[in-house]
């Protein structure tokens, strides 16, 4: 029983960790309650999430398709690249977003990973044509 509360207590404390996260985002409550109910699925998700409120760093055991939580971050922050020139835009600076970002990206590739394997090889933002 007390072993039953403990994990109560952690899930509790994580669910208001990405409520929190999502609000220092700007997104509404509703946003951080939709990821909370799709990380709270997925147990790779809850050890990642975990970790990362522990140390503020991606643990990157977990993988989707090939893809960890840091290979989701780089392809947003290089994906939004050429809004440089609008930083209040970009997802770049403001961390909490990018953090929600990638853990949604995650949630949505556990459901359907190939509408993201083709994006992430591809869509680096760069305007080079090869």
Known sequence: MEQQTE???ALTTLQN???SLAAQAG???TCGEKLWQ???QSEGLLRELA???DYG???CQYKVAGYTLADVLVWQVDHFKLYMDRPD???RYRQPRLVLSAFDTMVRMEQNPEQFIDKMRYETG???IE
Request: aromatic fraction near 20%.
């Open 89 to 91: 835009e970009m997802n």
């Open 7 to 9: 994990l109560d207590k």
């Open 38 to 40: 799709g990380i709270r």
């Open 17 to 19: 960790f990405i409520y």
């Open 126 to 128: 760069q305007d080079i």
């Open 27 to 29: 997104r509404e409550d």
């Open 51 to 53: 970790y990362y409120h």
């Open 57 to 59: 760093a991606f643990l």
